[in-house]
């Protein structure tokens, strides 16, 4: 098996996909605009070969690289790259290089386009935020904020975190949305929802049956926490509600996933919302069809006791995960295993621009049997997910409470 994978050194842990698949005989071939030298050995020992290029965003040079590799290895049967940024650009060299395992140029406005999103949603029965298109003008919009009431939520059709997202609290903010930001064609506006948000994260096969389970929980305002600058949070829950599960797989079979890590979010409601669900209850708010963002896969396998990267990798080279054990049970179809143990793990960063209380090396000493990642965050995550961040496992969720409250106390001004 051939397999490209565009962008293997960043993050920087992705590089333990391409491992997994090489440990299982695949030919794993790196695309990238990193010089090779500058590589870790992690990523030039997980790959076959590596082949930079000048712009990775320059699809004509990315083209040549594959087309090489098809020369020199044969029929490429794998091209992936598991990073939001991504996701366009793979679906258009698979296309083009007749590469039927993954998502196509016609199946990607659909887990790209917020406003496709819905449509999905819907169709599937499932729960969702009402949502009107900006480009439908500022009259029909003042017509959305009577039936659904302030606040709205306005932000980019295509885009991932909360960059260029506005919260809008009065006809006044509306208008002025309307009149100040040049492209608001490209955005949507949706009736504003409170409570945490939580991910449904998962491999699934083929057979668009789910291999791997986990929820993340993540805090209520990401918007907020880029916006303002704050301090960052969330954690790995060491067990999955049902009712999330449930969601989840309708989810994915709505969408038609099929031989993904996929990322779908959800709103679970701090209050009874009538007709879209009572306090407690899931509410659809996008599909990524790829890993969460940045060390997630990582706190995913110290919660779980577990290893997502080769549950993937077999999932690609087997259609199964080969992680098993005669003490193995299954929950519907996706793995469970009792037998190891189950953590909370939690993530928990800092901004330079504040004073804490408690110095770096405290924390550390504080939770130095607990911590299991600790570094500075690269410069292009630092404006989501902070400067410092401190990773632990936990047994009770008392503890990732405190453990939040001591890493993020401040300084009295």
């Not at 998962?202 to 929980?217: D, Q, R, Y």
């Not at 805090?219 to 829950?237: E, F, R």
């Not at 550390?364 to 630092?382: D, F, T």
Request: glycine letters at 6%; one cysteine or more.
């Amino acid at each position: 098996m051939n397999f490209i994978f565009i962008s293997p050194h960043f993050p920087h842990t992705y590089w333990e996909f391409c491992d997994r698949l090489k440990q299982n005989g695949v030919t794993t071939l790196g695309i990238a605009d990193a010089p090779y030298d500058s590589l870790s050995n992690e990523v030039k020992n997980s790959l076959t070969e590596y082949y930079k290029v000048n712009n990775l965003e320059n699809y004509d040079e990315v083209y040549r690289a594959v087309a090489f590799f098809a020369y020199k290895y044969g029929r490429i049967d794998w091209i992936e790259s598991n990073n939001e940024y991504w996701l366009g650009q793979d679906a258009r060299l698979r296309t083009d290089f007749h590469v039927t395992t993954g998502l196509m140029t016609d199946g990607i406005a659909s887990i790209k386009e917020k406003s496709a999103m819905k449509k999905i949603y819907q169709n599937g029965g499932i729960p969702t935020a009402w949502q009107f298109k900006a480009s439908e003008g500022i009259i029909k919009a003042r017509e959305f904020a009577d039936i659904v009431k302030y606040p709205l939520i306005a932000k980019p059709d295509v885009g991932v975190g909360a960059g260029g997202t506005f919260k809008i609290h009065s006809d006044v903010e509306l208008e002025n949305f309307f009149f100040t930001v040049s492209n608001t064609q490209n955005y949507v506006i949706e009736e504003f929802i409170t409570g945490d948000i939580c991910s449904y994260d998962a491999i699934i096969n083929s057979k668009g049956e789910p291999l791997f389970e986990s929820m993340t929980v993540w805090p209520p305002s990401i918007m907020d926490i880029v916006n303002k600058q704050l301090d960052l949070a969330y954690y790995v829950d060491k067990t999955i509600p049902e009712s999330l599960r449930n969601i989840g797989r309708r989810t994915v079979e709505a969408f038609g996933v099929k031989s993904r890590f996929v990322h779908l979010e959800y709103f679970r409601l701090d209050s009874d919302r009538g007709v879209l669900g009572s306090k407690g209850d899931f509410v659809a708010l996008e599909v990524n069809m790829r890993p969460a963002g940045g060390y997630t896969p990582d706190m995913i396998n110290y919660a779980h006791s577990t290893d997502v990267y080769k549950i993937w990798a077999d999932m690609v080279c087997y259609d199964k995960s080969q992680i098993a054990s005669s003490n193995q049970h299954n929950v519907g179809n996706a793995l469970s295993l009792p037998w190891k143990n189950e953590y909370y793990c939690a993530f928990a960063s800092r901004r330079d621009i504040y004073k804490y209380v408690h110095s770096n090396d405290e924390v550390k000493n504080r939770y130095h049997n607990q911590l299991v990642m600790c570094e500075r965050m690269p410069e292009i995550l630092s404006g989501a997910m902070g400067n410092q961040m401190f990773t632990v496992k936990l047994n009770t969720y008392d503890e990732v409470e405190e453990f939040i409250r001591f890493v993020h106390e401040k300084v009295a001004a």
